[in-house]
């Protein structure tokens, strides 16, 4: 990695952003066109985000399982709004084994079908209900336009598939994962989402209702970053699954999905990065701390290292994720600047006389220059510096929030929409019409992104026709 400076955000956020996941090393170019190759460093971020959606998914009664890349072509036809929602983005496999199939398979584009076929082979009785299963996987749908980790053809992600006895259950389900995702990316990505209800032409192919957590970009855009879905008896109905109730009648069940990508990766790195690079919020940072020990002959070297390696162990033993940076054939502040690009959210350096002083220096990630340094005992160092790694995930929420906040505008009519959409989203009530929906996009290219769940008291009149209108609409400009 070179010492070469990104293009500013301000400058050009695209450029940045496509410059910084290279620079890093979390992601590369493949040779087939739109997918990526996630190193090793991108592949520990989502690690880590895979842990904490895991925990959470067990914690709520789901199971991992696994179910076939390759699924029948014939299967995408049994639903109607699933294969005209999907049919532009499928790979279809027609040879295999240097012979014409008998079927087309298509590359797994999400799992809805495979696993209605499995569901109706398995639930046969309300006894075996519900069916809480969660795999972890890649899916290809085949994007025209890509951009590393945001969307490309081939991407890495969780896909829940759910099915209940009932209508209320399936409802519940569907908005208790909605939550799962919310709590997630607050709470460990340190991203401010915002939990709402697609409309009817933003919804999931196949699904019933659509629910999302939105989030703001740091250049105001809005990115889906995760989905949660109520199919009703759509597939049920589609894949035959039926099951005896407690009456001994036969009843179609009723399904969920959810999935959350390696999107979330690129969330992280708009909603927190600066133009020094990225800025990883403790809780997901692949390396949390740094060290840099610093000395210029061999003698500081000696006195340096054996205090560096005790304070190494004593913050690994406690379970932190840490990093010894001992090369020397580059200077302390290339280190630094390695390691502010790469987003790790503390650094501790120790010279000669932080030895002498029992000290250590420590940088916050994010907090610029001075104001990011102080100077800290050695003495309950572990818990000083677990003290400092919350204090900096809790203000990147907070700065996060706050510019969120200040860039959603309330927009009673059009020429106040239009302007809110140039640098932010409107927050505006809308009579749920189609054409108004359209006309939003026509005018302002932006799009509605949700309802968001928590609404407003009363009711209002549409942004776009006047007309009475029951809910609020979140409506920007998205990757």
Not at 102 to 129: A, F, H, N
Request: with cysteine.
């Amino acid at each position: 990695m070179t010492e070469e400076q990104l293009t500013p955000r301000s400058e050009n956020f695209s450029d940045w952003y496509n410059e910084l996941v290279l620079k890093a090393e979390l992601a590369d170019y493949s040779p087939v066109r739109g997918c990526m190759v996630v190193r090793p460093y991108g592949w520990s971020l989502w690690e880590n985000c895979q842990a904490g959606l895991d925990r959470r998914f067990k914690e709520t009664g789901h199971s991992n399982a696994a179910f076939p890349l390759l699924i029948p072509k014939s299967f995408f036809e049994k639903e109607k709004e699933h294969v005209e929602g999907f049919s532009p983005e499928l790979a279809v496999v027609t040879v295999g084994g240097g012979e014409e199939l008998e079927e087309p398979l298509v590359v797994r584009p999400t799992s809805e079908t495979i696993t209605g076929y499995m569901y109706s082979k398995w639930v046969k009785s309300w006894r075996d209900l519900p069916i809480l299963i969660n795999q972890w996987g890649s899916v290809v749908r085949w994007e025209l336009r890509t951009k590393l980790f945001l969307r490309t053809t081939e991407f890495y992600w969780q896909e829940g598939h759910t099915v209940h006895a009932t209508e209320k259950e399936a409802r519940e389900e569907t908005l208790r994962m909605l939550d799962v995702y919310a709590d997630f990316a607050i709470n460990d990505a340190a991203i401010p989402v915002i939990k709402g209800i697609k409309s009817e032409a933003e919804k999931f192919a196949g699904a019933v209702m659509s629910t999302t957590i939105e989030a703001m970009m740091g250049d105001t855009k809005a990115l889906q970053s995760g989905t949660s879905h109520f199919l009703g008896q759509n597939f049920s109905r589609a894949f035959d699954i039926q099951f005896s109730d407690r009456n001994n009648e036969q009843q179609y069940a009723w399904t969920t999905s959810w999935g959350l990508s390696t999107r979330m990766v690129g969330a992280i790195i708009m909603t927190h990065g600066d133009d020094k690079g990225l800025i990883l919020p403790p809780r997901l940072a692949p390396i949390q701390v740094v060290i840099v020990p610093i000395y210029r002959s061999e003698t500081e070297k000696s006195v340096v290292m054996e205090t560096a390696d005790r304070i190494f162990a004593e913050l690994k033993g406690s379970g932190l994720r840490i990093k010894m940076d001992d090369r020397e054939e580059v200077t302390p502040g290339f280190k630094y600047n390695d390691w502010e690009m790469r987003g790790v959210p503390l650094r501790m350096e120790i010279g000669p006389k932080d030895v002498e002083k029992n000290s250590v220096a420590l940088a916050r990630r994010d907090r610029p220059g001075r104001e990011g340094k102080s100077f800290v005992l050695q003495a309950n160092l572990v818990e000083t510096v677990k003290t400092t790694l919350d204090d900096i995930q809790a203000s990147l929420l907070a700065k996060a929030t706050a510019f969120r906040d200040s860039h959603i505008s309330e927009a009673k009519d059009l020429d106040e929409l239009a302007k809110a959409v140039q640098n932010g989203w409107a927050y505006s009530w809308w009579c749920e019409n189609r054409e108004c929906e359209i006309k939003i996009k026509e005018l302002t290219k932006a799009t509605t992104r949700c309802m968001p769940i928590d609404q407003p008291a009363g009711s209002g009149n549409c942004v776009i026709c006047g007309k009475p209108a029951q809910r609020k609409v979140l409506i920007g400009k998205s990757y």
